[in-house]
């Protein structure tokens, strides 16, 4: 069994095929494909979306369609290289490799690389100077930072000489510094324009960076000064994938700046958010939905009815609470642990396991509750905003947690039994609901897998 749910692989050149594009965001791709086109000057747009709402999965159908079209692209995964603090050569770089898949010149690209050294080491030289003067007094010990404290006058006045010393350079070496980067700009826009020199029509570099939302925020704003600073040319277009929100929280937290999203739009052009592509939503989480449980690998033959069941359940909740993509496949590996124990019970429950999962999954002090049997109908009711008189799935899921958290020595256990058909956990029903919380937080599942 699956316990967490495979990402889809989308090929470099794949695009948006039948099998991949649940969501029918091909026509969209083509459109934003068709921007990028037709823009001359430099852009960078902001690809904007919640977590979870499917905006890599989208960014990478995308960019096989570039590629399939000709466009020269690179994917950058910025939480995945935010372990580096040298952002510049770490984008530099990217664009090399890149070259070395073309027909260009050895000359073109050796200047680039020529170029693309000074820059780096200006872009570091300061950070350098003064982390190596400042920085070690981190590695003094007591006795040695105690005598320090003693003279901290003395240490201000040299940090200040230090910082004084660094800003006279960089004054006097201004002109140096933007002749270099004035140079680098105009041989990365040579460079580029000799990517698609024999394709019919020039196309841009489209450089993609993803998760720009999930990495160290002072290295997002690096990202976005370089951008700005060093990459702005003509033939490249930067799609920065990122959520606006958190983005402007990294802002908050290197700036403090009282008002980030004013601060952030002076780095993009254009936003797309890809809550604006109309699609057939609820249709589509229905696919994606059966798409994640059926490809979990369960045992059809134990596990059938339940999976056909839970694919309804987590559709009518879906709708509900709005769950997103991520929310989703959470959702799933929790339902997968809940299966992969002897104990036969969690199976016998769909509504009980799944709607367990969506509120692990969503509220934590919900489900605290569940877990310290505190846990009251009308929690369930007020969660999956259940009228308990519609007749909907929604309602059967509302009766069942009822039947068990109300569950007494005065209940017929006859007539128990005959509803859910077998005789439950320990004999005692308002057991269940803790226990399954117990198999999902792994608190019985070492002692019950096979």
């Given at each position: 069994?699956?316990f967490?749910p495979?990402?889809?692989?989308?090929?470099?050149?794949?695009?948006?095929?039948?099998?991949?594009?649940?969501?029918?965001?091909?026509?969209?791709?083509?459109?934003?494909?068709?921007l990028?086109?037709?823009?001359e000057?430099p852009?960078v747009v902001?690809?904007?979306?919640?977590?979870?709402?499917?905006?890599?999965?989208?960014?990478?159908?995308?960019?096989?369609?570039?590629?399939?079209?000709?466009?020269?692209?690179?994917?950058?995964?910025?939480?995945?290289?935010?372990?580096t603090?040298?952002?510049?050569?770490?984008?530099?770089?990217?664009?090399?490799?890149?070259?070395?898949?073309?027909?260009?010149s050895?000359?073109?690209v050796?200047?680039f690389?020529?170029?693309?050294?000074p820059?780096a080491k200006?872009?570091?030289?300061t950070?350098?100077?003064v982390a190596?003067?400042?920085?070690?007094?981190?590695a003094?010990?007591d006795?040695?930072?105690?005598?320090?404290?003693d003279?901290?006058?003395?240490?201000?006045?040299?940090?200040?000489?230090i910082?004084?010393?660094?800003?006279?350079?960089?004054?006097e070496?201004?002109?140096k510094?933007?002749a270099l980067?004035?140079?680098?700009?105009?041989?990365?826009?040579?460079l580029?324009?000799?990517?698609?020199?024999?394709a019919?029509?020039k196309?841009?570099?489209?450089?993609?960076?993803?998760?720009?939302d999930?990495c160290?925020p002072?290295?997002?704003?690096s990202?976005?000064?370089?951008i700005k600073?060093l990459?702005?040319?003509?033939?490249?277009?930067?799609?920065?994938?990122t959520?606006?929100?958190?983005?402007?929280?990294?802002?908050?937290?290197?700036?403090?700046t009282?008002?980030p999203e004013v601060?952030?739009?002076?780095?993009?052009n254009?936003?797309i958010?890809i809550?604006?592509?109309?699609?057939?939503?609820n249709?589509?989480?229905?696919?994606?939905i059966?798409?994640?449980?059926?490809?979990?690998n369960?045992?059809?033959?134990k596990?059938?009815?339940?999976?056909?069941?839970?694919?309804?359940?987590?559709?009518?909740?879906?709708?509900?609470?709005?769950?997103?993509?991520?929310?989703?496949?959470?959702?799933?590996?929790?339902?997968?642990?809940?299966?992969?124990?002897?104990h036969?019970?969690c199976?016998?429950?769909?509504?009980l396991?799944?709607?367990?999962?969506?509120?692990?999954?969503?509220?934590?002090?919900?489900?605290?509750k569940?877990?310290?049997?505190?846990?009251?109908?009308?929690?369930?009711?007020t969660?999956?905003?259940?009228?308990k008189y519609?007749?909907h799935?929604?309602n059967?899921?509302?009766?069942q947690?009822?039947?068990?958290?109300?569950?007494?020595?005065?209940?017929?256990?006859?007539?128990?039994?005959?509803?859910?058909?077998?005789?439950t956990?320990?004999?005692d029903?308002?057991?269940?609901?803790?226990?399954?919380c117990?198999v999902m937080?792994?608190?019985?599942f070492?002692?019950?897998?096979?």
């Amino acid at each position: 069994m699956v316990f967490f749910p495979r990402q889809i692989e989308i090929g470099e050149n794949e695009g948006f095929t039948p099998e991949n594009d649940i969501f029918e965001y091909e026509p969209y791709g083509r459109r934003m494909m068709k921007l990028m086109e037709l823009v001359e000057d430099p852009l960078v747009v902001a690809f904007e979306g919640p977590w979870g709402s499917g905006k890599s999965t989208f960014i990478k159908q995308w960019r096989g369609m570039l590629n399939s079209n000709g466009f020269p692209t690179i994917y950058y995964d910025a939480f995945e290289n935010d372990y580096t603090q040298d952002v510049f050569s770490s984008l530099a770089g990217e664009v090399y490799s890149l070259a070395g898949e073309y027909d260009i010149s050895k000359n073109i690209v050796n200047r680039f690389s020529r170029c693309a050294l000074p820059v780096a080491k200006k872009m570091m030289w300061t950070t350098l100077k003064v982390a190596a003067k400042i920085g070690t007094l981190n590695a003094l010990n007591d006795s040695e930072f105690k005598m320090l404290k003693d003279c901290k006058e003395d240490i201000a006045n040299g940090v200040s000489d230090i910082v004084d010393s660094i800003i006279k350079e960089r004054i006097e070496n201004n002109k140096k510094e933007k002749a270099l980067i004035d140079k680098f700009k105009c041989i990365l826009q040579e460079l580029i324009e000799n990517m698609t020199k024999d394709a019919d029509t020039k196309k841009p570099l489209i450089f993609i960076i993803d998760e720009l939302d999930r990495c160290r925020p002072d290295f997002a704003l690096s990202i976005l000064e370089n951008i700005k600073h060093l990459f702005s040319v003509r033939g490249v277009h930067f799609v920065l994938v990122t959520n606006i929100e958190q983005l402007s929280e990294s802002i908050k937290v290197v700036y403090g700046t009282k008002y980030p999203e004013v601060y952030l739009h002076k780095f993009y052009n254009l936003c797309i958010n890809i809550y604006s592509f109309k699609t057939s939503t609820n249709n589509a989480y229905f696919k994606y939905i059966e798409r994640i449980l059926l490809n979990m690998n369960y045992d059809a033959r134990k596990y059938d009815n339940f999976i056909i069941e839970s694919v309804d359940i987590l559709k009518s909740i879906a709708i509900v609470k709005k769950l997103s993509l991520r929310a989703i496949e959470k959702i799933d590996t929790y339902i997968s642990i809940c299966l992969s124990t002897r104990h036969s019970i969690c199976p016998k429950y769909p509504h009980l396991v799944c709607t367990l999962a969506v509120i692990k999954t969503l509220d934590v002090n919900l489900y605290n509750k569940a877990v310290q049997k505190t846990l009251l109908p009308d929690d369930i009711g007020t969660f999956l905003s259940v009228n308990k008189y519609n007749g909907h799935l929604l309602n059967d899921i509302f009766i069942q947690f009822k039947d068990f958290i109300e569950y007494s020595p005065q209940t017929d256990m006859n007539a128990f039994v005959e509803k859910y058909g077998y005789r439950t956990y320990g004999g005692d029903p308002k057991e269940v609901i803790p226990f399954i919380c117990n198999v999902m937080d792994l608190y019985d599942f070492i002692e019950t897998v096979d």
